[in-house]
């Protein structure tokens, strides 16, 4: 069994149709009473199952990409659909829906609950789902399994290495059965070699049907990407080729 | 999900939980302790009315206090030959009954007009007395000439007030001592102060001691003074017999003289006509002693009619300072403290929410709707209002219990009670007196009784003060954007 056994998106029959179209979308926002402009009129389709990366310089806009595709926030102009649905104009609680039950998350610096065991910081990506426990258990059970840290459930961040504390955010990500998984700077804080082991986690997450996003200043994650795109001054260019 | 990660943030963050539970602990314990206090000063305020003025007083009437100036002093006056010359001393010996010199009697027939008055369920009269006694052994000749006085006349004993004069060629010493006399209806002790009083020894007055030289002895004085039930006592110059001990019906308090006689054998030891003092009023209902009040005072506008309340605003001494500290100042204090520890729980739990930016935002990143995060502050804020409140609770009743094991004593003074010339060793326990001033006293000890409804709701308090700093977090934790939440910390 994979994570992605029972996801009704894995399923689906228009698996040809773009799961993120966006058209013209910019995002202004006021820092200190000056305007900026973090993205300028962003054309982008992203298909279900594609590993992408974007890169960027600092400040080109990677990050609010990031989160106007993760439903963290809404564009100023423009649109944007996940699957059809227009993000733009969807309700907070819309949007908090869709986080909760579409969309994994893993930030840079793992963002784990420092209080919390490791089977607890994964066991709270399901809280929003209503599950009843014995179903939790099973979903957080798998998403460790699934990282490699079965045996390692009860202990809190502070006892893992980075790495595994990333392969604790990453099942935390994806015990909800997303969609799409969301990356910031997955490997950002990590060594070379437990960059790779994320990697070629996230590489295996992408093969089982999950479309992985991740953005990234590492050339040799972007090398492990299907398609690759670069974000300057908030404009997108492919550049996978 | 909920239980473990409250209490795991909660054990996480000890000092910020420590630092709202201990303030509002103290908070708590300052308004149980207070309160506790409030409510002893109030009974004790009662006992003490209750000493001097007797169970179901409801008003009293007395006359006008005399004005300043007014008032004649007593003071004892010798014949050039009074007292026992041996040699070149000579002892004198005279004593006084006196009425209050600073408030004036009453015809005994206000009794008649007061009883007679609607609303009147019943009353009775006494007479306040003080007997006073110049003892001594002056040099032949007495006082010796004094400064105002011409050649050949013979010095009077001072004042009161007065210092003594020097003894003259040759010294002497001489003492005034001085106890309260109530003269009291034996037909009508259900109300007054004996109403407050048990026989401990002996017998009370019966309707056949109305003029009889019989006394009743309050058991602390006489224990003082070594009398027991059979003695006889000097009163103005004659023996009394004692036929029995009075005790307070209150353990903490005396009864309001240190001898009782029947009313007539005290006018007449005292050589005043039929007059009282002070008049025992006890309305027939509680709504009624308003306009009982209103009616005395018209039927007797020379009078001063006063209710329990205006009793209570005289009772002095300790007490009095005691339930203004307590009432005043504790009040306020509490207040202040609660207001201070719910200002500190509120700041603490905005800083602690200021300070978890990324953890909510990630939170509502993964799907955390606003009401479940502020659930979840506001879940903290009231457990920590909660250990507060126990704490509370217990330092509030050990605060309690502290009290009432110490049992500190506050004296209570009545106003004006047979006042007149005194000494020492005179008076009620307590009293000790000016030498030449007494007013009765009552060592009343303060107790600080539970109440149920105190600790309830001092509880109640606490965990209000944790709702609202969780509702001031919850709120800055709702206003968090996730996207602004990361971007603070990328």
């Known amino acids: 069994m994979t994570i992605t056994d029972l996801a009704p998106a894995a399923q689906r029959d228009d698996a040809d149709q773009p799961l993120y179209r966006a058209a013209g ?19 982008l389709e992203i298909m279900p199952g594609e590993f992408v990366t974007i890169q960027g310089p600092t400040g080109g806009g990677k990050s609010t990409l990031l989160q106007l595709l993760g439903a963290l926030d809404t564009p100023s102009t423009g649109s944007l659909l996940l699957d059809g649905r ?16 579409e969309i994994g998350f893993v930030f840079q610096g793992f963002n784990l609950i420092p209080t919390l065991t490791a089977t607890e910081n994964v066991d709270m990506a399901l809280e929003p789902l209503r599950l009843d426990r014995a179903e939790r258990r099973t979903r957080v059970a798998e998403a460790l399994v699934h990282v490699g840290l079965d045996d390692r459930g009860d202990h809190l961040p502070s006892e893992l290495s980075g790495g595994q504390q990333q392969r604790v955010a990453i099942a935390r990500a994806i015990v909800k059965r997303p969609r799409v998984l969301l990356a910031d700077e997955p490997t950002g804080n990590l060594d070379e070699s437990m960059r790779d082991e994320i990697l070629t986690l996230l590489e295996s997450l992408c093969a089982e049907g999950i479309t992985i996003i991740v953005v990234t200043h590492d050339s040799a994650v972007a090398r492990r990407a299907t398609r690759r795109l670069r974000l300057t001054k908030g404009v997108v260019q492919d550049i996978t080729a | 999900m909920y239980g473990t990660y409250l209490r795991r943030e909660l054990a996480g963050r000890k000092k910020q939980t420590l630092i709202v539970a ?7 314990a300052l308004v149980i302790v207070v309160n506790a206090l409030t409510a002893g000063v109030r009974d004790a305020q009662a006992q003490a009315l209750e000493s001097v003025y007797g169970v179901g007083t409801d008003l009293t009437v007395t006359d006008a206090a005399t004005e300043p100036g007014q008032g004649e002093r007593p003071r004892f006056d010798f014949d050039a030959d009074a007292g026992e010359t041996d040699g070149e001393t000579t002892t004198l010996d005279q004593s006084m009954l006196r009425t209050d010199f600073l408030r004036g009697t009453l015809d005994s027939s206000v009794l008649d007009t007061v009883a007679a008055t609607d609303g009147v369920a019943a009353a009775s009269g006494a007479l306040s007395l003080t007997d006073s006694t110049f003892s001594g052994e002056l040099p032949s000749g007495g006082f010796g000439q004094q400064d105002d006085q011409q050649d050949g006349q013979q010095g009077a004993a001072p004042e009161q007030g007065q210092a003594p004069p020097d003894g003259g060629q040759g010294g002497g010493s001489f003492g005034v001592d001085s106890f309260s006399v109530l003269g009291i209806d034996p037909a009508a002790t259900a109300i007054g102060p004996l109403a407050s009083a048990e026989v401990t020894d002996g017998r009370g007055f019966d309707a056949g001691d109305a003029e009889a030289l019989v006394a009743l002895v309050d058991s602390t004085y006489a224990t003082t003074n070594e009398i027991a039930v059979g003695d006889t006592i000097d009163v103005a110059g004659s023996d009394v017999e004692v036929v029995g001990i009075l005790g307070s019906t209150s353990d903490s308090a005396d009864t309001a003289a240190n001898v009782y006689l029947p009313l007539r054998t005290a006018q007449s030891l005292a050589g005043v006509e039929d007059v009282i003092s002070t008049v025992y009023v006890q309305a027939d209902s509680a709504a009624s002693i308003d306009a009982v009040q209103s009616a005395l005072s018209d039927a007797l506008p020379d009078a001063t009619v006063t209710s329990q309340a205006e009793l209570a605003s005289t009772v002095s001494g300790s007490l009095s300072r005691a339930t203004a500290l307590i009432t005043n100042l504790g009040t306020w204090l509490s207040i202040i403290v609660l207001a201070v520890a719910v200002l500190l729980s509120v700041l603490l739990t905005m800083s602690g929410v200021g300070r978890r930016t990324r953890e909510f935002g990630t939170l509502k990143a993964i799907g955390w709707s606003n009401g479940r ?5 506001a ?6 209002g909660l250990i507060g409140g126990a704490a509370g609770l217990v330092l509030g009743v050990l605060g309690i219990v502290l009290v009432n094991v110490l049992k500190p004593t506050v004296a209570a003074t009545g106003a004006n009670q047979g006042a007149g010339p005194g000494g020492m060793g005179g008076g009620p326990t307590g009293a000790g007196g000016g030498m030449f001033s007494t007013t009765p006293a009552a060592d009343i000890v ?19 003060g944790g709702l609202v700093a969780g509702a001031f977090g919850g709120w800055r934790a709702a206003r968090l954007s996730p996207s602004e939440a990361l971007r603070s910390v990328a």
């Open chain 2, 373 to 377: 995060v502020v659930r979840q502050v």
């Open chain 2, 379 to 384: 879940g903290e804020s009231l457990v920590q």
């Open chain 2, 446 to 464: 303060l107790q600080a009784p539970f109440t149920p409804w105190v600790l309830v709701a001092a509880v109640g308090l606490a965990v209000l």
């Open chain 2, 22 to 28: 201990i303030g509002l602990a103290i908070a708590i």
């Open chain 1, 86 to 101: 227009e993000l733009a104009s969807a309700s907070a609680k819309e949007l908090g829906r869709i986080r909760a039950e």
């Open chain 1, 25 to 43: 979308v910019t995002r202004t926002y006021t820092h200190k009473g000056r305007i900026v402009k973090a993205l300028t009129g962003v054309d």
